[in-house]
């Protein structure tokens, strides 16, 4: 089966310009998990979706990170207006019901310059 | 605030000798632990996982020992080999379940020597 895609796998952008980043689950994962890591700190959560709802935003750091799931399939997170501290990797995960373990994606690198 | 530590940030092995990779974490209401390996530019990467009714689980060439009463966690690779050469995260789910937001922990680089 096809893995986590993210897309794009590399971005750079000026302090307050927009970004969207992509997310295509495991086909048919009903969990879709949004998981950043700062330079030199952990892989922090930042929310997680079941099917196209928001189960968790908790770990969302404040009002210009927004994440959409339309229809259950793909989600996007957009940062706007992006900050130098938004800098980092940003990474999605999947899983199916209550199977054990996510599927990570590679990862969107963020540069904030 | 809790959290999730490893006592090692590097750690440098021979080709070969076995690898042990350390984990502290502070919910004593975690049940559930995942090791995860990192490899550059990719995702973290299942390895093995554990809940907190057992205290030692083997995969392939991997262990997982988890010790409740010190809230230690441990990755044991035997022979180790040169593609292990990664950064190992352990998580921890506070909140039950095997589902549901995961706390990781700042990660361990291993260095395998030829």
């Known amino acids: 089966e096809a893995g986590v895609t993210q897309f794009p796998s590399h971005s750079v952008i000026e302090k307050g310009q927009t970004v969207t980043l992509r997310c295509d689950p495991i086909s048919g994962h009903d969990n879709l998990y949004w998981y950043r890591r700062v330079m030199g700190k952990e892989i922090k959560f930042l929310l997680h979706f079941v099917k196209e709802s928001k189960q968790d935003e908790s770990g969302m750091p404040n009002n210009r990170f927004l994440a959409e799931r339309t229809g259950g399939t793909y989600s996007t997170l957009k940062v706007q207006p992006a900050e130098l501290e938004d800098s980092g990797v940003y990474f999605c995960?999947?899983?199916?019901?209550?199977?054990?373990?996510?599927?990570f994606g590679s990862g969107t690198r963020l540069t904030v310059v | 605030g809790e959290s999730v530590g490893l006592h090692l940030p590097t750690l440098s092995v021979q080709e070969g000798d076995n690898s042990i990779i350390n984990c502290a974490y502070s919910?004593?209401?975690?049940?559930?632990f995942i090791w995860y390996k990192q490899e550059s530019g990719k995702g973290p990467q299942f390895i093995i996982d554990?809940?907190?009714?057992?205290d030692k689980r083997q995969g392939q060439r991997v262990t997982v020992l988890l010790n409740k009463t010190v809230k230690h966690l441990s990755l044991q690779i035997a022979a180790t080999q040169p593609g292990d050469s990664a950064v190992y995260f352990c998580a921890e789910n506070p909140y039950g379940g095997s589902q549901g937001n995961l706390i990781f922990g700042k990660g361990t680089k291993l260095s395998v020597k030829p």
């Open positions: 919910n004593s209401a975690s049940d559930y």
């Open positions: 554990i809940r907190s009714n057992m």
């Open positions: 995960a999947s899983s199916l019901g209550d199977r054990i373990g996510y599927t």
